[in-house]
């Protein structure tokens, strides 16, 4: 059994500043790729930011310069800081994590629950 589970969602203000994390624990043999997506009301769901094993990093055009993807894989967990926050970036984030439950097992992704964050005055 494999859990994602996210944490520090929460309200704040235009211009503020959150920090996601999100810590994968269970049955993993190792962990490829780590990202975060957001889904907004009426929309569909949409990559923030993804990190490979190594450390390399993408991020959705909306976001960069703004957030910052980092993981710790000793601790199997992926982080999003989200600086200059906007309304816009009102949504529920997952956390998705591409992963082998045993080396003999064909990598697949698990999602966590989603984490709340609402960027209003």
């Known amino acids: 059994q494999v859990q994602l589970v996210e944490s520090g969602g929460g309200l704040v203000q235009p211009g503020g500043s959150l920090r996601l994390s999100c810590a994968a624990s269970?049955?993993?043999?190792?962990?490829?790729?780590m990202a975060w997506y957001r889904q907004a009301p009426g929309k569909q769901r949409e990559v923030v930011a993804a990190i490979t094993s190594g450390g390399i990093t993408n991020y959705a055009d909306s976001v960069k310069g703004r957030f910052t993807i980092s993981r710790d894989n000793a601790l199997n967990t992926v982080y999003l800081q989200m600086n200059s926050l906007k309304p816009e970036d009102t949504a529920v984030y997952y956390c998705n994590a591409d992963l082998k439950v045993e080396s003999y097992f064909a990598p697949r992704g698990y999602w966590g629950q989603g984490t709340q964050v609402t960027v209003s005055s």
């Open positions: 269970g049955r993993i043999f190792s962990i490829n790729a």
